[in-house]
C-alpha cells in the first residue's frame, strides 16, 4: 500500500461517531472507530483510484467511482 494512500486513509481517525472498516486493493483491512457510538459500515476499494476520485472531486469524485464499480459497501 502507498504511504499516501495510507496517510490519507488515517485521517478517518479523527471520526467521532461510529466504525468504518475498509477492505483495500491489496487486501489489507483497515478499521477506525470514533469515540462515540455511531453508525458501522464496511467499504471494499477495487482500485486505488477511489481516492484519487475524491481528492480531486470531493463527493461527487466518490460517487463517480462507484457508478464505474471501483467501490462497494
Request: aromatic residues 10%; charged residues 20%; proline residues 1%.
Amino acid at each position: 500500500m502507498s504511504n499516501f494512500y495510507l496517510s490519507f486513509l488515517q485521517k478517518l481517525t479523527n471520526a467521532d461517531y461510529g466504525h468504518i472498516t475498509i477492505n483495500t486493493p491489496d487486501n489489507t483491512k483497515l478499521c477506525y472507530a470514533g469515540k462515540k457510538a455511531g453508525v458501522d459500515c464496511e467499504i471494499t476499494l477495487k482500485t486505488w483510484s477511489v481516492i484519487d476520485a475524491v481528492i480531486k472531486r470531493g463527493d461527487i469524485g466518490l460517487g463517480e467511482a462507484y457508478m464505474r464499480g471501483e467501490w462497494s459497501s
